[in-house]
């Protein structure tokens, strides 16, 4: 079965400052799919890759799907207060894009 | 554009008491649908795949009779947590997929959740 690792577990960062958010599969992804969850409440969908070297941007929020399409990486620019909350990777390892296999998560805080 | 709507959004219930959880998708059909668990501070966990007009697909380890499905219509599937205790207690997510060709999209929904405690 497929296994989603993300790291860091958590993050604490200072407003203003830049940060990375790694997702690294067991297999090769059909897609990988990027989710912002704050506590208690649904998913808030953020990106999707596809394409082996992929990159897509939204705000200050860019996302990667390396070539081999086992790893994305998130990456946030110039954090805000309001980018807090849980990230999460969903691996479509079926190629039908529906049933997601989720990463363990990261917990964002960014502080004043 | 295409929604996934979850009911209720919070219930609390007595121990040993069944709750039904609803997931509509509003604006397609959806012939299956995804029940997911997220234990507090934890990922998300597939439990089940909801197929319309037949049996659901049930992840390794979870109970069918502890978590009846039912996908009785192209735009509802239920999940009914039987004889609750405080260990269900959880947030159920459920998603759908808004199925391309004939208009549809190919995005994939997810509900806004349930978060049900057992006393």
């Known amino acids: 079965s497929q296994e989603l690792e993300q790291s860091p577990q958590s993050l604490i960062v200072q407003e203003g400052k830049n940060l990375t958010i790694n997702c690294t599969s067991s297999?090769?992804?059909?897609?990988l799919y990027w989710y912002k969850q704050k506590y208690g409440e649904g998913l808030i969908f953020l990106m999707m890759?596809?394409?082996?070297?992929e990159e897509k941007s939204h705000e200050k929020i860019t996302a990667k799907l390396d070539e081999k399409k086992q790893q994305s990486s998130l990456h946030i620019t110039a954090s805000q207060p309001s980018h807090a909350g849980i990230y999460l990777c969903?691996?479509?390892?079926?190629?039908?894009?529906?049933?997601?296999?989720f990463g363990t998560g990261t917990r964002l805080q960014v502080t004043l | 554009g295409a929604v996934v709507s979850q009911h209720p959004s919070r219930v609390i219930c007595k121990s040993g008491t069944s709750v039904k959880i609803e997931c509509r998708s509003l604006?397609?059909?959806?012939?299956?649908m995804f029940w997911y668990r997220q234990f507090p501070k934890q990922s998300l966990m597939l439990m089940a795949t909801?197929?319309?007009?037949?049996?659901?697909?049930?992840e390794q380890g979870v109970e069918k009779d502890k978590f009846l499905i039912n996908h009785a219509s192209l735009t509802l599937s239920t999940l009914t947590v039987t004889s609750a205790h405080p260990e269900d207690s959880s947030f159920y997510i459920c998603?759908?997929?808004?199925?391309?060709?004939?208009?549809?999209?190919?995005?994939?929904?997810f509900g806004e959740g349930s978060r049900l405690t057992v006393l």
């Open positions: 998603s759908a997929r808004d199925p391309p060709g004939s208009g549809g999209t190919g995005e994939l929904f």
């Open positions: 909801s197929n319309e007009g037949s049996k659901a697909t049930y």
């Open positions: 297999k090769t992804l059909y897609g």
């Open positions: 604006d397609f059909q959806a012939t299956t």
């Open positions: 969903g691996a479509d390892g079926t190629g039908t894009a529906s049933k997601l296999t």
């Open positions: 890759l596809q394409k082996g070297g």
